[in-house]
């Protein structure tokens, strides 16, 4: 019997990450969490490469346009979606969390999901390096090894062939 299972090592892995500028005290706080946690597991920092966008709306657009160049082995979303005093927080929270998964099943490159979705923006902050940790660094340590899982795969099937 094979088991296959994802190590945190990213030598020899490219990763992508797609931030959203609104809200920016909170998603550079993720972008933060997301560059130490893949710096600190043997990611070259010429392997990190970020793409601002205008939004957590915007996400799902450029992450699809930077799995497509296939330069990537996993691309990492951080973002924070607050809920106000309409509806449009659950439009945006729902679409950009179907527009990831949406990619990652259909480009094959996996695409961590660190886009918090919180009522307010205590909330938002700590989940961004507070006392509810850096949900960015926890996002990309599941890009990490979700990389090295398909790397594994891939290989194996590779090999077969």
Request: net charge negative; hydrophobic share 45%.
């Amino acid at each position: 019997m094979k088991v296959f299972q994802g190590k945190l090592v990213g030598t020899g892995l490219r990763f992508a990450v797609v931030a959203s500028r609104f809200n920016d005290l909170v998603s550079s706080r993720l972008l933060e969490g997301v560059k130490d946690a893949l710096l600190r597991h043997d990611v070259r920092h010429q392997d990190i490469d970020v793409c601002w966008v205008p939004g957590a709306w915007e996400i799902p657009l450029a992450a699809k346009e930077i799995a497509l160049t296939g330069r990537y082995d996993a691309i990492v979303a951080v973002g924070a979606v607050i809920r106000g005093d309409t509806p449009h927080f659950d439009y945006v929270s729902a679409e950009v969390s179907k527009g990831v998964a949406y990619i990652g099943l259909n480009q094959r490159v996996p695409v961590a999901f660190g886009v918090l979705t919180c009522d307010n923006l205590e909330q938002a902050l700590l989940r961004a390096g507070s006392k509810a940790g850096n949900k960015g660094a926890e996002a990309a340590l599941a890009a990490l090894e979700m990389a090295d899982l398909l790397r594994n795969i891939r290989s194996e099937r590779t090999e077969e062939d």
